[in-house]
């Protein structure tokens, strides 16, 4: 065996868990193990910001699958972390954070850049360590990405002092499976339980699917698929299930939820049946839960046993792994087709498409709305979208279709304002072949804005689409809607977008009309390189349907017929 530094080790370990990109920021308490880095084959991509390395990391493991790995330094460099792993710990995102410590002896006495980064991060982690003696960092960091991969989910954080970077041990990688007391991710769910939620399928006349991230993270979209055609269930999704369920598919209703298609929301109201895959009934996705389709019977399969009974209570609760669990189900379900169930929601979804505002006269007014659909027929859909957070990011689940998993990258639960652009960063690392479009708002843009460098630097053939309307637009619309047009500290000076990018050497585009629209994004996609369009579009525009807060499902803000 042979003797390693820890700094070493870490490099070494990362390599033997299969990792070829790590996002990061160096720093004094880190900078032992940046040393050791240029003797590894593993890419390293410096953000602007360690926000921004964890967000990069996030949408590396989102649109990879993979886990992914962010580094930083201490103090200052692991608290700017916190946002980035509490994000991926709300939506269930595997990534590996590596942060440097004080020296062991130091800690506790208030040393330069000591922060307690293990307690700032036990409530956002799956788990986190304090490594203190150098031959102990192998295992863990064999543990972390095992935790951080397996069952539901998550981000797991490793905090190494200087010391044991510094320290020197026999290096010994550990094979075989890991195994850990009091941590048993694969659930059995139980023979009754299934046979119930079969006659409950069998016996339904308006059964609705409500799929979740839970299909895309556990790989059932062919099932869900099969599940729905065979039962002739509709399927509405959560904001990051889309893309677990072909978005042009005639049994597909949208998102479901407080700016959820009218159809669904209302179908969820009037189902008898609803079978919620692989989605926790989040308050975004339910409205007022005391009024919460209640003629409906309800059945819960999710892989977190904790998910269970939390918020909504149901008839069936099944712990286990959906690809697993329907795959048991599929054949032992009755063939049905639910035409009168059917014909009453298309009755709805047409009365939701009178109100489409694609169909208004758009009288020469970019609006938000029409940007993201000309978006999604230029590149028929094929792009894989990465948004930020606010009005842009409603319509980019509204207005794109979205036909295969991992095509929308997303802050779901957290609704992190300046998530897109790092996201985008690891989005087009993990997936270079493919279009990747990132879709932000001016707010939420200007928080990260700095990650253009890091584009720049590493080459990045990432396009991005700047809804720019002068406002914090979502804040601007409850302001609007629920405080008498009161809009306080909502209105936003943004610079020249386009004169940032072009600084950074990107290619760069303003546009003002619709007719210009097209041609943009055509000019866009042909440049080999990374480009910015700032979309100038229409200041107070709104989002809808609207669930107002505290609302029933279906009492949705509508916008009114042209």
Known sequence: MTKLTGAQIIWESLLREGVQVVFGYPGGAIISTYDALPDYPIRHILTRHEQGAAHAADGYARASGKVGVAMATSGPGSTN????????????????????????????????????????????TKHNYLVTDVKDLAHTIHEAFYIAGSGRPGPVLIDVPKDVQNGTTEFNYPVGPVQLPGYHPRNQQLAHDLQTAIELIDGAERPLILAGQGVIKSGAGAELLAFAERTGTPVTVTMLGM?????QHPLFLGM?????????????????????????????????????????????????PAELNKVIPVDVAIAGDLKSVLGQIIPRVAPREHKPWLAQIDAIRQDSKERDILTHDLKNVLVGQYVVRKLWEVTGGEAVVVTDVGQHQMWAVQYYKYNKPHSLISSGGMGTMGFGLPAGVGTKVARPEDEVWVIAGDGG??????????????RLNLKIAIINNGYLGMVRQWQEMFYDRRYSATPILSPDFTKIAEAYGIKAFVVKNPEDVVPTIEAARQHEGPVLIDFRVEKEENVFPMVPAGAKL?????????
């Open 256 to 304: 479901m939820g407080m700016h959820g298609e009218a159809c669904a929301n209302q179908a969820i109201q009037q189902a008898d049946l609803l079978l919620a895959f692989g989605m926790r009934f989040d308050d975004r996705v339910t409205g007022d839960i005391d009024t919460y389709a209640l003629g409906a019977k309800k059945v819960h399969i999710d892989l977190d």
């Open 445 to 458: 843009f200007q928080m990260t804005m700095p990650e253009l460098g890091t584009v720049a630097q590493e």
């Open 81 to 124: 972390l916190t946002t980035g792993i509490a994000t991926a710990m709300i939506d269930s995102s595997p990534v590996v954070f590596i942060t440097g410590q004080v020296s062991t002896t130091a800690i506790g006495t208030d040393a330069f850049q000591e922060t307690d980064t293990t307690g700032i991060t036990l409530p956002i």
């Open 243 to 247: 893309g677990g369920f072909p978005a």
């Open 554 to 562: 279906d009492e949705m803000l509508r916008r009114e017929k042209a």
